[in-house]
């Protein structure tokens, strides 16, 4: 099926050393939030996901208390074609602390059914981002980017992954995404000192404030796009024009598409498009991580392919 762009990424640390200010947030192109009339904030596009994938997989596992911090693939029964090997391996680092206390915001977004229930709450958005963002981003890009990397070994969930494996290949990418959502997502409004991402999810009169954040996870903005023409969106297309030069991000694909729309919403020159995507090749030292093309990674989601 899919074959991956045989690019060579690079580490985004090595990057980020250089990009201080880049940080991408990828958004669904069909994932909309919104208050419901219960005053529920809820995701329409991940709400049908969670439905589909109740009707499809068995959930294994959804017990946590409202303290608990929101892990991901928390109700996925997985169906890997090498069953065991890859099973093993997200069995494996789902359990493993150094890597779950990273708290990846690049893995809930669509993984975490605990996630979304959050977004029910600011307080508990809120909650969940004051731990995710007190980690050492630069530690924990290093353990996504060797999670990756192992990912595509043989002896784990390479085969699913070049049989177009949609959780294996989405898992890929969510990993080389988390340093720039990282960045995005622990954003502050500068006037109320509010996370920017609290106030994007909460806002029932503006989903494509919330949709700008699954711009680094592969998904555009589309034009007629309205979301709110503020500071904290300036500030994160700032950081994802920065991390849409580096080669391999999905914000090299989504960015400028994605900031167009913006501008003809805000004004022409509220996010620059004078950048040169994917300019940035990640050579030298560190690890080289072959990336999928970010349109295969988006069919992907949208045929998704486990049986
Ligand atoms: C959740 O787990 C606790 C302790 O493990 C258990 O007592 C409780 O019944 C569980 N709740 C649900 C809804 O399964
Ligand atoms: C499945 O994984 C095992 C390692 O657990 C490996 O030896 C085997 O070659 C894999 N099978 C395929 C078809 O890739
Ligand atoms: C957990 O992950 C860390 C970071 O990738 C790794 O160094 C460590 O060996 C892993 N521990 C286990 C028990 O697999
Ligand atoms: C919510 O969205 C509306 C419409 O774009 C905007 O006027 C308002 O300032 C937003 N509220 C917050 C808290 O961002
Ligand atoms: C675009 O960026 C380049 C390099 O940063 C700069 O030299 C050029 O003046 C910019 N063009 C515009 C129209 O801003």
Redesign the pocket.
């Given at each position: 099926m899919a074959r991956y762009n045989p690019l060579y990424l690079i580490l985004i640390t090595v990057l980020c050393l250089s990009c201080v200010s880049a940080q991408p947030v990828e958004q669904n192109a069909n994932m909309h939030s919104g208050r419901h009339a219960s005053g529920a904030i809820i995701a329409d596009r991940q709400s049908t996901t969670y439905q589909e994938k109740a009707a499809r997989d068995i959930v294994t596992a959804s017990n946590t208390t409202s303290t608990d911090m929101p892990v991901p693939y928390d109700t996925l029964a997985y169906n890997f074609a090498n069953t065991t090997s890859c099973t093993d391996f997200y069995t494996?680092?789902r359990a493993?602390k150094?890597?779950t206390d990273c708290h990846a915001i690049s893995l809930l977004l669509e993984n975490s059914n605990a996630f979304f229930h959050t977004l029910r709450s600011s307080a508990a958005i809120t909650r969940v981002l004051e731990t995710s963002c007190t980690q050492d981003a630069k530690k924990c890009t290093s353990?996504m980017d060797?999670?990756a990397a192992d990912l595509l070994k043989s002896e784990n969930c390479r085969e699913d992954y070049h049989n177009g494996n949609s959780v294996v290949k989405g898992t890929y990418r969510d990993l080389v995404a988390y340093e720039p959502m990282y960045r995005a997502t622990c954003l502050r409004n500068p006037v109320t000192q509010k996370y920017c991402f609290v106030d994007a999810a909460s806002n029932s009169t503006s989903p494509d404030d919330y949709n700008i954040y699954f711009m680094p996870l592969g998904n555009s903005l589309g034009m007629g796009s309205k979301p709110t023409c503020s500071e904290c969106l300036q500030t994160s297309m700032d950081l994802f024009s920065g991390w849409a030069k580096v080669d391999g991000q999905p914000l090299a694909t989504t960015y400028l598409p994605s900031a167009k729309a913006i501008n003809a919403h805000c004004g022409a020159g509220f996010a620059t498009t004078n950048i040169t995507v994917g300019s940035d090749a990640v050579t030298g030292a560190g690890l080289a991580i072959p990336l999928p093309r970010v349109g295969m990674v988006i069919s992907a989601l949208v045929a998704l392919s486990f049986v």
């Open positions: 494996k680092w493993n150094t890597i353990i060797d999670l």
